[in-house]
């Protein structure tokens, strides 16, 4: 890692076991990793985290109408979440769970620190409880169904809970928090989410119920029998017990990493992590994390996805139909990340076929067949560079330093325009010099169109490895990388491709994708 590098820590929320996999997980996944691999690749020491959040309430009566004993659902479930791993190809460096040991030694000092600042205490808790959230909420959030029963704003079914339980003094941070917002205004991403977190927490705060005793499928409050965390205390924790929490010294993962951290989470958990969490936090005495983001939710065809409309979108699914590297660049390509997205099918299949087949795909592949065919197999000696060469290869050249800003403000389909901008610069190179014709007219000069034509693929394939790492991989494959030219510090002037490189009969990345009428 380069010493002006700062390191890089990105997480997933981790995934509640109560459901299989879908597209929202993929999703949050996605955008991590190609976080992940961007700073990899720009020399940065990285920690990519996602995992699954297996206590609660909810997980307890899943269990139980599966007919099994928590442990072993969760088990299942679990792995489920670590197979999407390697279908959407991510490269996570850690997965964690929060049954191990690990964790629960983390939570259980995170609340005693909590404690020994005199921030917890002990009361009875009356009020609504949604299960399916593992969330409280107050009378006035609620609203009748059509038989009477309440809701909670998310449509959760809600239930009357009175118990004794441990307080957190939620109340007493609220202008501790505001004063976060005003301190650090990019704190929660996008600008909207901000606005809201901020006008909920200037509504003003209740305390905190964070323990519960009516069910035992938790972490154990230290020093208190019968108690079990409330679920978010628990869950959140999991960013630091990754870090060796509760090692903190010099050199350790959490000195390194904490409190660096980019939390990616959908819009739906965005209370939780940037209200209750930096509360927890500074009650603990540490710091709040670097930036929460949060993304939107996806429809498919203008329609809510949910099971009964039977319209669920199955990320296995779609790997399978379509391929790996399309489903991730659409995903991260079609909407701009904060605003909630479309999945229809006719619009996929455009943008793939445009950006990717008849794109860098057809751009690619035509410059490399021509070599092998015209340049005796091997990248050509360019001669003299006229105006437009190096008004093309200036553009390349200044890619990383126009994506960059997009990556750092989590804006990835921005980074993905700028990259695709060169795509179609160099489609308009090729086109306006023309080297099947110089191929009768001036060799030469074909030859150095096709060796600037495919510097550019070779930039373009190294700037598109976080989002389509197997199809990056095939084109630098082709165009003779090792594997210590693909990092991000051999891209611009100073390292050119190098005349000489055998060029095989190259092989399509970016197929065509057929969809039949109606499918």
């Not at 690749?41 to 959040?53: A, I, K, S």
């Not at 860098?360 to 360019?382: D, F, W, Y």
């Amino acid at each position: 890692m380069s010493a002006d590098k700062t390191p890089f820590y990105v997480t997933t929320p981790i995934y509640y076991v109560n459901d299989v996999p879908h597209i929202g997980h993929a999703y949050t996944t996605l955008a991590c990793d190609m976080l992940a691999r961007f700073k990899r690749l720009d020399g940065h020491e990285v920690f990519f985290l996602t995992g699954t959040d297996e206590h609660g309430q909810k997980v307890q009566k899943s269990a139980a109408q599966a007919g099994v004993d928590p442990q072993a659902f969760c088990d299942r479930v679990s792995g489920r979440f670590k197979v999407l791993l390697d279908a959407m190809n991510f490269s996570n460096d850690q997965f964690i769970r929060t049954t191990e040991d690990r964790h629960k030694r983390a939570a259980q000092d995170l609340w005693r620190r909590i404690a020994d600042n005199g921030h917890i205490y002990l009361d009875s808790y009356a009020g609504w409880y949604a299960v399916r959230d593992e969330a409280y909420y107050a009378e006035s959030e609620l609203t009748k169904a059509e038989d009477g029963s309440l809701l909670a704003p998310t449509g959760a079914p809600v239930e009357w809970v009175e118990e004794e339980s441990y307080f957190f003094d939620l109340s007493k941070w609220q202008q501790p928090l505001l004063d976060l917002y005003d301190r650090r205004p990019d704190f929660v991403k996008p600008q909207s989410r901000l606005n809201e977190v901020r006008s909920f927490v200037a509504g003003g705060l209740r305390d905190l119920s964070i323990s519960r005793t009516t069910f035992d499928w938790g972490v154990p409050v230290p020093d208190a029998p019968g108690h079990i965390m409330y679920v978010w205390i628990d869950a959140l924790t999991n960013y630091l017990t990754a870090l060796d929490y509760p090692e903190t010294g010099a050199g350790s993962a959490y000195d390194r990493f904490w409190p660096g951290a980019l939390h990616i989470v959908g819009k739906d958990i965005l209370r939780f992590h940037a209200v209750y969490w930096p509360a927890f936090l500074m009650a603990a005495g540490l710091e709040p994390p670097h930036r929460v983001f949060a993304h939107g939710w996806w429809t498919k065809e203008g329609q809510k996805i949910s099971k009964s409309l039977g319209n669920v979108l199955d990320p296995f699914d779609l790997v399978e139909r379509f391929g790996r590297d399309p489903v991730r660049y659409f995903m991260m390509r079609e909407v701009p990340f904060g605003n909630d997205g479309d999945f229809a099918t006719d619009g996929f299949v455009g943008r793939c076929n445009a950006d990717l087949a008849n794109g860098i795909g057809n751009l690619a592949q035509r410059t490399l067949s021509m070599i092998h065919k015209n340049c005796a197999g091997a990248v050509p000696e360019p001669g003299p560079l006229t105006d437009d060469d190096l008004a093309f290869l200036a553009q390349v050249d200044g890619a990383l330093d126009d994506v960059r800003p997009h990556i750092d403000a989590q804006a990835p389909h921005l980074a993905l325009e700028a990259i695709w901008a060169r795509v179609s610069a160099g489609d308009g190179y090729i086109s306006a010099q023309a080297p099947w014709t110089l191929k009768k007219t001036d060799p030469a000069r074909m030859a150095t169109v096709l060796y600037v034509t495919a510097e550019a693929v070779r930039q373009i394939a190294i700037l598109m490895q976080p989002i389509v790492p197997e199809a990056a991989a095939s084109l630098l494959d082709q165009l003779g990388q090792g594997a210590d030219d693909r990092r991000f510090e051999r891209l611009g002037a100073g390292h050119r491709l190098t005349p000489g490189i055998a060029i095989a009969k190259p092989q399509g990345v970016f197929p065509r994708i057929e969809v039949e009428a109606g499918v």
